[in-house]
């Protein structure tokens, strides 16, 4: 049975669902006329209509979670990865990071301008970027304040609120190298400053290489356009790094001769160290898994073949390798790993285990293709002490002999 | 350029990796996009560096920014920058090494302009873009004092403003990474955070 949120149990989901759709169908039969599979001797129905932009099932209850806090505006939405399948997040659950709220901004008027350290100063409109060759790929984003709690502490809570400042989508825009190949880039350019049309004009340096290597002007995700909260109509991509410096809602990219030192570089997305020392510039978001099911908040109600399943992903390229514990560290078996694995995306990896009822710890380890080996957390405070961000530690679930699973570090 | 060189040196050990997955497409010009003009790009551009690169003309000290302080920041941080609820501006100085480390402007912003360069794109929180250059600086000149950092009547400006040396400028260390695990790089010997102005 469930233990807190009905939502999160996996023995009684299937039958409520059935429940409820058998509710919502007879309260529904005269406005939607669904039909049964079930049953051959039964008069059929005609669905619904075509629509012009679709929704899911009303059936469908999963969203992003947000906490209360001093404002909606400089605030942030977690993505239900507990919920989710493969490796692509829709856009409408990607986890949203606002400093100053999502700005309404008009494409036809919107521009992006590129100065600076450059031969020639260039405006671009939206509808320019798209005249240039395009390219698509597919990469997560983390923000680097993502599972930051454990630094301290293991609030029993559900994968989504650990962990759910994290998303994967294809995206879609001109690459920024092709950009600089219009403008020029002057010799004594080693950064760029990007910033946003938001409200507080979001601003984050980027080295000069990173920039001609990866980064990306990205104008469509999963195939459409940008979503409002997502940077509509254009952002920064900068594969495989914190999500802060994604900027969004791009309006101007300024080549400079060294870092500008801005409040998001500075003040914030540092790691303090020991002896009060802090690390900056840690763009780079590490390897790290987490199984998504079971997880934090589920019931397993019986004992028996259950799947776990889980995604990696590393900011340093692909995921070579994921093993699951399910003995709280003590022995390791390699997961079976679904293709595509691609370079700073997901990995969706599964594993088929036998629970014997017994209380027990599911942990998830991965590997990348530089040799980097997702740490414990304990190895990381000994390295760091408690920090604030970039916590990329092993996650471990308790699965309670009732079958209730739990938040717990090891 | 000693900041540069060794930022670029360690972004670079992940780049070599991942290069090859994307490749360059072939240098082309595609006569897309116009020049701006010089008032559109001085429209656009806010950005203020840590030697002060972008500040423009105006000043104030904290005494003229105490009033402004009081009316448009308080709200939000406080009486005396200590109360919040939102971000602590002022103290801590001396925590950063403890088991409660309190990171205030004072304590763990390692430059003066960062303020300046903050509060002039983002502050008020409801109606940035609100507050006059004089005003930047005034208000500047005010949490810098509250913080010990300036004197009352000692009169910011683009000069005077880089100079104003934060406690913290040398506490942090470029991203050293991987420091745990199989490919960690031992010893760790993180190189400090230096800015060109402290090289010539």
Same mark, same amino acid.
């Given at each position: 049975m ?24 007879s ?60 490796i ?15 700005p ?17 100063p ?5 509808d ?8 698509s ?8 304040g ?28 001109? @690459? ?10 002057q010799? #004594? =350019? $080693? &950064?760029?400053? /990007?910033?946003?049309a938001d ?29 409002p ?8 991509f ?5 999500g ?6 791009l ?5 400079v ?23 900056q ?34 900011? @340093?390229?692909?995921?070579t ?7 709280? #560290? =003590? $022995? &390791?078996?390699? /997961?079976?790993?679904q ?20 209380s ?11 040799g ?39 | ?5 060794t ?27 116009r ?28 005494n ?6 009081a ?9 005396t ?16 090494a ?16 960062t ?9 008020p ?8 250059a ?18 009352e009547?000692q009169?910011?400006?683009l000069?005077?403003?880089?100079q ?22 031992h010893?760790?010997?993180?190189s ?9």
């Amino acid at each position: 049975m469930s233990r807190s949120d009905p939502k999160h149990s996996i023995v009684s989901r299937g039958r409520r669902r059935f429940l409820q759709l058998g509710a919502a169908l007879s309260s529904a039969l005269v406005a939607c006329r669904p039909s049964s599979n079930l049953s051959s001797d039964q008069p059929s129905f005609l669905g619904g209509p075509v629509s012009e932009y679709g929704t899911r099932s009303s059936l469908e209850r999963v969203t992003r979670t947000f906490r209360s806090s001093l404002s909606r505006e400089n605030a942030s939405s977690r993505t239900p990865l507990h919920a989710l399948e493969g490796i692509i997040t829709p856009a409408s659950l990607h986890f949203e990071r606002h400093h100053s709220g999502v700005p309404t901004i008009d494409p036809s008027t919107h521009k992006l301008l590129i100065h600076g350290l450059v031969n020639r100063p260039l405006i671009f409109t939206v509808d320019e970027l798209k005249r240039f060759p395009s390219h698509s790929q597919i990469h997560f984003v983390e923000c680097s304040g993502n599972g930051g709690t454990h630094w301290r502490q293991a609030p029993d809570i559900s994968l989504q609120n650990l962990h759910g400042l994290t998303s994967c989508s294809e995206w879609t825009g001109v @690459r920024l190298s092709v950009l600089l190949e219009q403008t020029g880039v002057q010799t #004594g =350019a $080693t &950064w760029l400053i /990007a910033e946003g049309a938001d409200a507080c004009k979001m601003a984050r340096s980027v080295p000069i290489e990173k920039a001609l290597d990866d980064v990306m002007v990205a104008y469509a995700q999963n195939g459409e356009a940008l979503r409002p909260e997502q940077g509509y109509p254009i952002r920064l991509f900068v594969p495989g790094w914190e999500g802060n410096i994604h900027v969004k809602w791009l309006r101007r990219i300024k080549l400079v001769d060294q870092p500008y030192m801005t409040k998001d570089e500075t003040s914030k997305y540092t790691d303090m160290l020991t002896e009060g020392k802090a690390r900056q510039f840690s763009f780079m978001m590490e390897a790290k898994s987490l199984i998504t099911r079971p997880s934090g908040g589920m019931t397993l109600g019986n004992r028996g073949y259950h799947e776990i399943t889980g995604i990696a992903w590393s900011g @340093r390229g692909k995921i070579t390798r994921v093993e699951i514990s399910t003995d709280a #560290g =003590a $022995t &390791w078996r390699e /997961a079976t790993l679904q293709n595509p694995v691609l370079p700073m995306a997901y990995a969706r990896f599964r594993f088929g285990w036998n629970w014997t009822g017994e209380s027990t710890v599911l942990q998830s380890r991965c590997t990348d293709e530089t040799g980097y080996v997702q740490p414990t957390r304990k190895a990381l405070i000994a390295a760091r002490g408690p920090s604030y961000y970039h916590y990329n530690g092993i996650q471990s679930w308790a699965i309670h002999s009732d079958g209730s699973v739990h938040n717990v570090h090891v | 350029m000693f900041m540069c060189r060794t930022g670029i040196a360690v972004v670079g050990l992940g780049l070599a990796l991942t290069s090859a997955t994307y490749g360059h497409t072939q240098s082309q010009r595609y006569d897309i996009g116009r020049t701006p003009t010089a008032e559109e790009i001085a429209a656009y551009d806010i950005s203020v560096a840590p030697d002060g690169e972008g500040l423009p003309p105006g000043g104030g000290t904290a005494n003229q920014g105490q009033s402004i302080y009081a009316v448009r920041c308080a709200e939000c941080h406080g009486a005396t920058g200590r109360e919040g609820p939102n971000d602590i501006l002022v103290g801590g100085q001396g925590t950063l090494a403890s088991d409660q480390p309190l990171r205030t402007v004072g304590s763990y912003w390692p430059y003066a302009t960062t303020l300046w360069d903050y509060i002039n794109r983002a502050m008020p929180f409801e109606t940035p873009g609100t507050l006059s250059a004089d005003d930047v600086y005034s208000t500047v000149a005010y949490i810098l004092f509250l913080n010990g950092l300036v004197e009352e009547n000692q009169r910011l400006d683009l000069e005077t403003l880089p100079q104003v040396r934060m406690p913290n400028r040398d506490g942090f260390v470029l991203d050293d990474r991987p420091d745990v695990g199989p490919t960690a790089v031992h010893p760790v010997v993180a190189s400090p955070v230096s800015h060109p102005r402290n090289e010539e």
